[in-house]
């Protein structure tokens, strides 16, 4: 159970942050703009609809069927990029804070190893290190956002049919992710695809739809948790739009 509460030295100041620790227990992790071509290089970057909202978020898949982060081993994140609101679960902005920062006490990466968050009663550099990496990673998600509200407004957006087939037999299908639509990218008027491309926005779909090869190796690291696994199916429905 999270144990969130402002960051001061009086509760907090013998706590570490251990950076290269990374909690299992999540499945998808939300992501900015800038690392879409990062993530890309390791795990799928998909869509999906946020609960509260009903508008659209870009993630990185980084796990299947279980609840679990397959890039994870013994706490340890074992991949050629690590998104950064992973590196940073332990931590949120609040005003009222040290530094502008809350702590999660219960999050794994904080504890009494690594570096520390206080140094004589005084936020160390690397507290006010984490406020600011914190930011400029609401405002790239920011931008994530209005990237895929462009999307969505020209219906690019389509369900991703993914089902995975255990050793066993077992069907188990991936409910809940959309991705870019090929035939409707391709089917877009010219003044558009100019717009996109300028903005950078047709590159960034490139990468998006290239990373769904990425789902193979999730499939190759999924025996580690149990049922080896296989794509029964990895497509996306271009005709029927996600709104």
Do not use: W
């Not at 990373?211 to 296989?230: F, H, K």
């Amino acid at each position: 159970m999270s144990r969130i509460s402002p960051l001061n030295p009086a509760d907090h100041g013998s706590l570490r942050f251990d950076r290269t620790v990374v909690g299992p227990a999540q499945r998808i992790v939300q992501i900015g703009l800038s690392e879409i071509a990062l993530a890309a290089t390791d795990m799928p970057i998909v869509f999906a609809k946020d609960a509260n909202t009903g508008k659209f978020n870009l993630i990185a898949l980084v796990g299947l069927v279980e609840p679990a982060n397959l890039f994870v081993q013994d706490r340890r994140f074992h991949a050629t990029y690590c998104p950064r609101a992973l590196q940073l679960t332990g931590f949120r902005l609040d005003a009222g804070g040290v530094a502008g920062l809350a702590v999660d006490e219960s999050d794994p990466a904080i504890g009494s190893v690594g570096d520390p968050l206080f140094q004589d009663g005084n936020p160390t550099p690397l507290a006010t290190g984490i406020a600011g990496a914190l930011e400029h990673l609401v405002a790239d998600i920011g931008a994530a956002r209005a990237l895929v509200d462009d999307y969505a407004a020209h219906r690019l957006i389509r369900p991703l049919h993914l089902v995975l087939r255990s050793d066993d037999g077992e069907d188990h299908v991936i409910d809940g992710l959309y991705t870019i639509g090929s035939e409707a990218l391709m089917h877009l008027p010219d003044d558009i695809v100019v717009r996109l491309h300028r903005a950078g926005a047709l590159a960034s779909a490139a990468l998006i739809t290239a990373s769904l090869t990425q789902v193979e190796r999730l499939c190759q690291l999924s025996p580690r948790g149990g049922r080896r696994l296989a794509i029964a199916r990895l497509a996306h429905d271009d005709g029927l739009a996600a709104f």
